[in-house]
């Protein structure tokens, strides 16, 4: 079985606080997502990440792809409320998406 | 918003039944995905429909089963529900057929079965 394994599960910060969440696999990806997801809604995509080693920048929020392609991170500085939420990371391997799978999340909640 | 659709939001049923559950993808979009959320299992793929057609499978049930159709809505049935069928079905859409198409995920669907 494919595991993705994301940590904390669980993070409680103050707000202007720094964080970063860790998903972490023995698997080697094509490709990963991170994805956000709040109460009672959908995920909504924040990056794809293709390369090893590759750090994109989304405002506040830096991703980074690790060299091997098998671990992910994802740094939100000087955190605000708006960034509560569920963090999901997803990875593929290969082409098809039947080879997609998800961790299992870590809940954030930025406290103001 | 999305742009994507589902109903019902909100559907309690028995042990034993069968349902339905609806989407609409975003106008132009082809690809439409059904996910399953649930506390204890995660947020899992379970089938990919393109242009009509099934495009890739992921852990769905044999008791369930999906189409999509000419106008590209696609349905997710369930049968034979079972107690740990209850979760949250998501469905989402993508321009593109190929895997990581930005996907936009409806509002969700929460399944009771009692």
């Known amino acids: 079985t494919q595991l993705l394994e994301q940590s904390p599960q669980f993070l409680s910060i103050q707000e202007g606080e720094n964080l970063t969440v860790y998903c972490n696999s023995s698997?080697?990806?094509?490709?990963l997502q991170w994805y956000r997801q709040e109460p009672g809604e959908g995920p909504v995509l924040l990056v794809t990440?293709?390369?090893?080693?590759e750090v994109k920048k989304l405002k506040r929020l830096t991703f980074q792809f690790g060299d091997a392609r098998k671990d992910s991170s994802l740094h939100i500085t000087a955190a605000q409320p708006g960034d509560t939420g569920l963090y999901l990371c997803?990875?593929?391997?290969?082409?098809?998406?039947?080879?997609?799978?998800f961790g299992p999340g870590t809940s954030l909640s930025v406290i103001p | 918003d999305s742009g994507v659709t589902q109903t019902p939001k909100h559907l309690i049923t028995a042990t034993g039944q069968r349902v339905t559950l609806r989407c609409s993808p975003r106008?132009?979009?082809?690809?439409v995905y059904w996910y399953q959320q649930s506390l204890d299992q995660g947020l899992q793929f379970l089938i990919q429909y393109y242009n009509g057609e099934e495009r890739a499978k992921g852990n769905i049930l044999e008791r369930f089963s999906a189409q999509q159709f000419p106008d590209l809505h696609s349905e997710l049935n369930l049968s034979s529900l079972e107690l740990g069928d209850s979760a949250l079905y998501f469905c989402?859409?993508?321009?593109?057929?190929?895997?990581?198409?930005?996907?936009?995920f409806g509002p969700g669907t929460r399944l009771t079965v009692t």
């Open positions: 990440v293709v390369t090893g080693g």
């Open positions: 106008s132009g979009d082809l690809s």
């Open positions: 997803a990875g593929l391997r290969g082409t098809s998406y039947d080879k997609v799978i």
């Open positions: 989402a859409s993508s321009g593109g057929a190929g895997s990581f198409y930005e996907q936009y």
């Open positions: 698997s080697v990806f094509s490709s």
